[in-house]
């Protein structure tokens, strides 16, 4: 499997914004579900969101879901994760990656990446005044 490519990350205020990328040179991502995850240092990493292939369904974890936003763009083969209202807690280095499956569970988001997925370098997010 080729790599994703995430960018976009940097030190930014409480209350500010980023938008995160995630780009492939190498294959379309048009046809694939793309999901974005999170480690933040100390924990396990977690999804955070999903976005379907072509009919661009949204899914969320409960407790992001007013402050982030996924989008995709396929003409310039790319996937979008806006984070507003950046809070200290979104510390974390933030992944995208192909995803075999999005669901809900209850608040909770599921995405699940193929066995022994080739995570990329991710995009480091620091919030912090």
């Known amino acids: 499997q080729v790599q994703l490519v995430e960018s976009g990350g940097g030190l930014v205020q409480p209350g500010g914004s980023l938008r995160l990328s995630c780009a492939a040179s190498?294959?379309?991502?048009?046809?694939?579900?793309i999901g974005w995850f999170r480690q933040a240092p100390g924990k396990e990493r977690e999804g955070v969101s999903c976005?379907?292939?072509?009919?661009?369904?949204?899914y969320y974890e409960g407790s992001v879901k007013d402050r982030f936003a996924i989008s995709r763009d396929n003409a310039k083969n790319a996937v979008y994760l806006e984070i507003h209202n950046l809070k200290s807690e979104d510390t974390a280095v933030y992944y995208c990656?192909?995803?075999?499956?999005?669901?809900?569970?209850?608040?909770?988001?599921?995405?699940?990446?193929?066995?022994?997925?080739?995570w990329g370098q991710g995009t480091q997010v620091i919030v912090s005044s």
């Open positions: 976005i379907s292939s072509r009919a661009g369904i949204t």
């Open positions: 190498e294959f379309t991502l048009e046809p694939y579900m």
């Open positions: 990656a192909r995803a075999m499956e999005c669901r809900t569970r209850g608040t909770h988001i599921v995405i699940e990446t193929a066995p022994h997925y080739p």
